[in-house]
């Protein structure tokens, strides 16, 4: 399983919402577009909830 890379997925994202904007971007690209930005959102989420659980895990331990 690779591992995830949340400024890669935030770069992504930030592709994402440039071509969604784009008045030449067809609506079955931006279906496409919006599925991969959940996955991508689903990701980051993930990624931060366990950095955070891990910082609580840190001052849990320090105390």
């Known amino acids: 399983m690779e591992k995830f ?3 890669k ?3 992504e994202l930030e592709d994402i919402a440039a071509r969604v904007e784009d008045p030449a971007t ?3 690209d931006i279906d ?4 991969r930005s959940e996955e991508l959102i689903a ?7 366990t950095a955070r659980e891990k ?3 840190l ?3 320090a105390e």
């Open 5 to 7: 890379d949340y400024a």
């Open 9 to 11: 997925a935030m770069a």
């Open 26 to 28: 067809g609506l079955d």
């Open 32 to 35: 496409k577009y919006i599925k």
């Open 43 to 49: 990701g980051c989420r993930k990624y931060l909830r």
């Open 55 to 57: 910082i609580e895990a």
């Open 59 to 61: 001052g849990d331990k």
